[in-house]
RNA sequence: CGGGGCGUAGCGCAGUCCGGAAGCGCAUCUGCUUUGGGAGCAGAGGGUCGUCGGUUCAAAUCCGGCCGCCCCGACCA
């Protein structure tokens, strides 16, 4: 390609809306133009990227036996009626009418739609196993798009389905899509780990991400220092720690009403009747989606993690208003605990098990007790683990300890079970003759995400450094003193030998200056540079540039193949 | 949805507090010079100042509504 001729619109400078490195040098490098909150166009340097990045995951999904198909953006919203999840995707899913007033939405995932097609054409067990993938243009109306590509309105995901007889075929087919992801981000040259994942709307019976650690990452997550141990916060478990017990006091300790005027939240309780916070029982009152109130318990000194509670209650919740708890308990937030609290479901930590002479709120303001004993004083109705772990914490499987950290994520495999093909009735029948549901996993990539992490781990003050698996082009020929015709000849002669060659080249034909091609190159980050100009034939040659490192050297031309063939090995 | 910021030429911004002729840099077009790290000189084109309404002799500027974009939080495969 002639960059005279190309449509590539650099720019000089950082455009004032992006902050993150992968969204300034996208826009800047020309990849992407944005339309709208969330929604880009992909410029012709940036779609070849994207393709590149496609044919790496097809290529890796046929490995796995995966045949590729295409599903429709926009559904009749009856199949998602089916299972749910009209109303599950509420506002996040884009909803129009067709001109007969029919209900439609654009599609945000497609395990509907696949299940629709299983249970048309999946009668028996014979039929299966299949893994049915595409690449699609997927459609969320996110309440924040942000940080570019990273998290946008329309993107382009590849997911995958795979239909199993049972649950040993699932696992069969999960374990495939991990070998394939792996792959596939390898080859893209992703420095990625894989963390345990909360199943969130999808469901299902347990579900894996693949993280690439970054500061702009929206998950946290926690990672041990000696073993492969990572999880997405959402999951992480640590290594059980007791809760220090200074006073030991014996079962006989009865609960006592003290007075704790104005002192609402944990440090002031607790500075107040100086005991460590740890001692103090935190109450949270929430209401589920039926708008039933529920109440968790934590220790003092832990924080609710949000998605561990939503599991333990099996379904979403919101934090409980003001006036609601109120009206429950007769007084404000700050002085609840779980004893003589009216009727509803309590959930405690596993933390706080066994404990004895405790703080916790009185239900009546300004009063607090202490010395409750679980279990003698008040007994939860169930127990799970609700806290948010903390940095430095042991490893809950070996004797490391835990950092937390920010990652991206590039994909998200999950086993959904029979979740959907139950609610839809994509039944086969199974070798005794018996109908039962086809057993469901459902496997997601982010396109974009790949290659905006790939520029987040490779770049550098002056533009991006596309890896050789990546890069839209293979070499960038960037000719200089092309007003001289001598020299114009030559660097059009070696434009074509390096296209016939099979380099694909981007070749620098401008008539402008030196420095503003350099900048130019540098920005778009194509791995290799060549430069003929009238100094480097005088030299003997044409000057090679690594991108990466800066690294130049003299190469006789008609050396320069064999270089650049043992360079793009 | 809560909090904060922003909206003036293709891009980056000043002007807004304190109302009185719409500016600067880059980019673009023309000419000349220049050619190894985003050139110089001379000239030119390009604006419903997000939008609707109000105040005023007069509004980019003051007041109100709305829209859009970015960031933090909430939310989120």
């Known amino acids: 390609m002639r960059l005279s001729k190309a449509f590539i619109p650099t720019l000089k400078e950082t455009p004032a809306d992006a902050e993150i490195p992968s969204h300034q040098l996208m826009i800047r490098a020309g990849l992407i133009r944005q339309l709208a909150a969330g929604i880009y166009s992909d410029l012709p340097f940036g779609w070849k990227i994207v393709r590149k990045t496609m044919q790496i995951v097809r290529e890796e999904m046929d490995r796995i036996g995966g045949q590729e198909l295409y599903m429709p953006v926009m559904n009749p919203i009856e199949v998602w009626e089916e299972t749910g999840r009209a109303t ?21 995932t497609h395990e509907e739609i696949i299940c629709d097609l299983a249970r048309t054409f999946i009668r028996s067990y014979r039929d299966l196993p299949q893994i049915w993938y595409q690449f699609q243009t997927k459609m969320r109306d996110e309440p924040r798009p942000r940080s570019g590509v990273l998290r946008g309105r329309q993107f382009i995901m590849k997911d995958a389905y795979s239909l199993d007889v049972d649950q040993e075929g699932l696992d069969k087919s999960y374990n495939l899509h991990a070998e394939a992801y792996k792959r596939a981000f390898d080859r893209c040259g992703l420095d990625y780990f894989i963390v345990g994942a909360s199943s969130g709307l999808m469901g299902g019976t347990g579900s894996q991400e693949f993280m690439v650690e970054s500061p702009h990452g929206e998950d946290r997550v926690a990672l041990c220092g000696s073993c492969d141990y990572a999880a997405n916060l959402e999951v992480a478990a640590s290594r059980p720690y ?85 009206e429950l308990f007769g007084c404000e937030a700050g002085f609840l605990g779980p004893v003589n609290a009216p009727k509803m479901s309590v959930i405690a930590d596993n933390r706080i098990k066994g404990g004895r002479d405790r703080i916790t709120g ?114 960038e020929l960037i000719g200089l003193n092309l007003n001289k015709e001598e020299i114009c000849k030559r660097a059009d002669d070696l434009y074509e030998m390096l296209q016939s060659d099979g380099f694909n080249t981007l070749y620098d034909d401008r008539g402008l200056r030196p420095g503003f091609k350099f900048k130019d190159a540098d920005l778009l980050g194509i791995p290799c540079h060549i430069v003929i100009s009238s100094k480097s034939l005088e030299s003997g040659g044409v000057e090679v540039k690594t991108r990466a490192t800066g690294d130049r050297s003299i190469v006789k031309i008609d050396e320069l193949l064999t270089v650049l063939r043992g360079y793009h090995e």
Not at 96 to 108: E, F, T
Not at 300 to 326: M, Q, V
């Open 88 to 108: 599950g995707f509420g506002d996040e899913m884009f909803r129009l009418k067709d001109r007969k007033g029919r209900s439609m939405c654009l599609a945000p």
């Open 242 to 326: 007791p809760i220090s017990d200074p006073d030991a006091p014996d079962d006989s300790s009865e609960p006592e009403r003290v007075s704790t005027p104005d002192m609402r939240t944990i440090d002031e309780v607790s500075g107040f009747l100086k005991v460590t916070p740890e001692r103090l029982i935190k109450t949270l009152v929430v209401m589920n989606e039926n708008g039933k109130p529920a109440m968790a318990l934590l220790a003092g000194d832990d924080d609710l993690e949000e998605s561990k509670l939503t599991t333990a209650l099996g379904g979403t919740f919101r934090p409980a208003h003001p006036e609601e708890i109120k």
């Open 362 to 475: 009185a239900n009546e303001d300004h009063y607090h007790i202490s010395g409750v004993n679980i279990d003698q004083h008040f007994k939860p109705d169930k127990w799970a683990d609700l806290r948010t772990i903390k940095e430095g914490e042991g490893c809950p499987v070996c004797k490391g300890k835990l950092r937390v950290s920010h990652a991206i994520e590039i994909g998200h495999i999950f086993k959904l079970g029979t979740k959907y093909s139950s609610a839809m009735g994509a039944n086969i029948l199974n070798p005794a003759g018996r109908e039962t549901p086809i057993v469901m996993g459902s496997y997601g990539i982010g396109i974009a995400r790949i290659i905006a992490c790939a520029i987040e781990l490779n770049h550098d003050e002056d533009g991006i450094i596309w890896t050789k698996t990546l890069t839209p082009y293979d070499v």
